[in-house]
């Protein structure tokens, strides 16, 4: 299946700005992420299409990550 | 003392007098200093229903008691006083080194009173204390008039000073300092330009008595630790600045666009801090003493200052529907000159753009220039006009409230007590409007800052979408904001250190015993304090309210599409968690705990 990823900020560097992944059917968040090579734990905050989601959580056809590390401001 | 010097100057403009006053600090530990401190003697000199711009109203500077202390982000200042904007209490603070500096010269505060008959600054030097003419630097921009102040007093003097909007009685006029340092909001510049006080320059050479030197040694090397390993102060704040939002709240689906009738806007990225730094960032630009530099300094063609923030990115950007990220750092160095809030100014542009979408503002008033949602130029033009009261521009000084009810539809304003909303659609953050809804000050997002656990999942993760809970993580954070307010730190170390820290930090610099409860006991007697002013100055409970867009009409697309704020299920519990009763009132038992009856 196609899963649409989106990163930003400094995990953007040596990975681009959006991306395709061809995953397995079920495949996890957390999947894609390994796949990708992010430590689950430069990741702060994971949108599954613009909603809360978790590295466990299994993708579907088209689905977007959205992939941020820790950011703020204000 | 240890922590203040127990000192205020006190310079009354008309009479042109200066008092250097023994600062009976008794109180100090209730009320910290800063924000807590100002609210308290702005509660006991000014009439809460005085005029805002009139010479009853005073003007107070004042810092906290890390001030000019080595503690991480120890130099910032608070200008307290009646807003001529919202009508509450007013308490804008800045960083920058003009706090730092003003510490150093020996003083916890200065309070200014009256009127001066013609323009006027203020030149102090340790003891020496001048009220000077400023008639030469009265029409000049900032750049302008800081760098002829700094050839007037030396060039180690510090300048915090209005543009010329604050001269105009602009209400959104800023206090500035070190060139693009902003006291925004709330109008607290007209105050100072309605008194005929172009600037005050300070030199101080004092260092601050600390108590347990060691041991401040020891915290402070400890928290800049927590600060550089934090991800948010340690990596994100120091590589993107906090335009590094720009993207997570869109994709989060609550970036307010065109004037909050969209959450999302389809070009976030060509304005986000990714393309900030790729495209404009010149170099960082921290204040004092501060580990985290998140202060941005930027060029474009021949333009190059200090900023944009990410509300000042939003204000006139996706708000007003604009995607060319070099016309927003050019509005931005025109805020800067001319001392204007950059948030209410661009809200305000939103506004007009809409209230001309809709037919309410006609061609004809337009002398030419656009007021078209996406048009850069724009932006640029109506911030110059708004500073200069130029055309439109004057009627659009004053505020978008003001400005949407001259055309009769003041509910086209997104505004909470007459202050623009800033950068978060709270129909998609929950506790977020709660917070927008009952802060002190009008709409604002740094009263306590619910995006923090909402969106940036620090210190955890909350639902955005969900209601329980909310209103006891509002209260706490703004009693935490109010402590940091007044100590004289930067709201951004919140993202690393917690109470506890900031009790032992107040405690190592002044010899206090605050513990990380009290220290927020604290916090809520300053926040109480606050809402005793503004409901004595006639600001009614109805009041802490969003506006009627956000309240009955949902989101219409993007990931937080169909959400309205369901702010009349938070409210009553969260008068109920501040002990006031139903009508939003503090109750009797509630001040008496907080000692303020
Ligand atoms: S974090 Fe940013 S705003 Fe705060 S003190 Fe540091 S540079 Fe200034």
């Not at chain 2, 805002?52 to 005073?58: H, T, V």
């Not at chain 2, 500096?101 to 030097?125: M, R």
């Not at chain 2, 009265?138 to 510090?158: F, R, S």
């Amino acid at each position: 299946m196609n899963i649409r990823v989106k990163l930003f900020a400094t995990l953007r560097e040596g990975r681009g700005k959006a991306l395709e992944v061809d995953a397995q059917d079920g495949a996890s968040a957390g999947e894609i992420l390994r796949s990708l090579m992010i430590k689950a734990e430069d990741v702060a905050i994971l949108l599954i299409n613009g909603k809360d989601g978790h590295l466990d959580q299994p993708l579907f056809e088209d689905d977007l990550l959205s992939i941020f590390p820790p950011v703020g401001g204000g | 003392m240890y922590g203040y010097f127990g000192k205020r100057l006190r310079v009354n403009l008309k009479d042109r007098t200066v008092t250097v006053e023994a600062w009976d600090l008794k109180e100090g530990e209730k009320f910290i200093g800063g924000r807590g401190l100002g609210t308290k003697i702005l509660m006991e000199e000014v009439n809460p229903q005085a005029d805002a711009l009139s010479p009853e109203n005073k003007l107070i500077f004042v810092t906290g008691p890390l001030t000019g202390t080595p503690t991480p982000t120890g130099g910032r200042y608070m200008v307290v006083t009646k807003s001529p904007l919202t009508g509450t209490v007013a308490c804008s603070n800045s960083g920058g080194y003009w706090g730092a500096e003003l510490k150093t010269a020996g003083y916890d505060a200065i309070i200014l009173e009256d009127k001066a008959d013609a323009p006027v600054y203020i030149s102090i030097e340790d003891e020496k204390v001048e009220i000077r003419d400023a008639s030469h630097l009265w029409g000049k921009a900032v750049t302008e008039a800081t760098k002829a102040l700094e050839a007037e007093n030396g060039e180690k003097a510090k300048v915090c000073l209005i543009g010329p909007a604050g001269e105009k009685l602009s209400r959104m006029a800023a206090v500035m300092n070190d060139y693009s340092r902003a006291a925004g909001r709330s109008g607290v510049g007209a105050v100072m330009g309605s008194k005929n006080l172009k600037a005050i320059v300070v030199k101080g050479s004092k260092k601050v008595a600390l108590h347990d030197e060691a041991n401040l040694k020891a915290l402070v090397s400890a928290d800049n630790k927590k600060l550089r390993e934090n991800g948010v102060t340690g990596q994100g704040l120091p590589t993107y600045g906090t335009a590094v939002l720009v993207n997570i709240i869109n994709e989060n689906g609550i970036l307010p666009t065109n004037n909050f009738q969209k959450a999302y806007f389809d070009k976030a990225e060509e304005i986000s801090g990714e393309t900030l730094a790729e495209k404009y960032l010149v170099k960082k630009d921290p204040c004092y003493r501060c580990p985290i530099a998140c202060g941005r300094y930027c060029k474009v063609d021949d333009i190059e200052g200090g900023g944009p923030e990410y509300e000042t990115v939003w204000a006139f950007g996706s708000d007003c529907g604009v995607s060319d990220l070099g016309a927003v750092i050019k509005a931005n160095y025109w805020c800067n000159e001319l001392g204007l809030d950059t948030i209410s100014v661009g809200a305000t542009i939103a506004a007009a753009m809409e209230l001309y979408e809709k037919g309410h503002i006609k061609e004809a008033e337009l002398e030419g220039l656009s007021l078209e949602f996406g048009n850069a130029e724009a932006v640029i033009e109506w911030t110059k006009k708004i500073g200069w009261r130029q055309g439109l521009g004057d009627k659009m000084a004053d505020g978008s409230y003001r400005l949407a009810e001259m055309y009769g539809v003041p509910e086209l304003s997104m505004t909470v007590k007459k202050q623009e909303l800033p950068a978060y659609d709270p129909r998609g953050v929950q506790g977020h409007g709660l917070q927008y809804a009952t802060s002190n000050r009008g709409g604002c997002h740094v009263r306590g800052y619910m995006i923090s656990p909402e969106i940036l999942a620090s210190p955890e993760k909350l639902d955005r979408f969900a209601l329980e809970g909310k209103a006891l993580w509002v209260k706490i954070f703004q009693d935490l904001t109010a402590v940091i307010d007044s100590m004289g730190l930067c709201l951004f170390t919140s993202f690393a250190l917690g109470a506890g820290d900031y009790a032992e930090l107040y405690n190592a610099v002044t010899g206090g015993k605050y513990t990380a409860e009290t220290i927020l006991e604290a916090g809520d007697r300053i926040w109480n304090l606050e809402r005793m002013f503004n409901l004595q100055a006639g600001i009614k409970p109805e009041e802490d309210t969003l506006p009627k867009r956000l309240l009955e009409e949902e989101i219409a697309e993007g990931p937080s599409k169909g959400w309205v704020h369901k702010l009349d299920e938070l409210l009553p519990a969260y008068y109920e968690l501040r002990g006031w009763t139903k009508e939003g009132v503090p109750s009797e038992e509630k001040l008496q705990a907080l000692g303020l009856a």
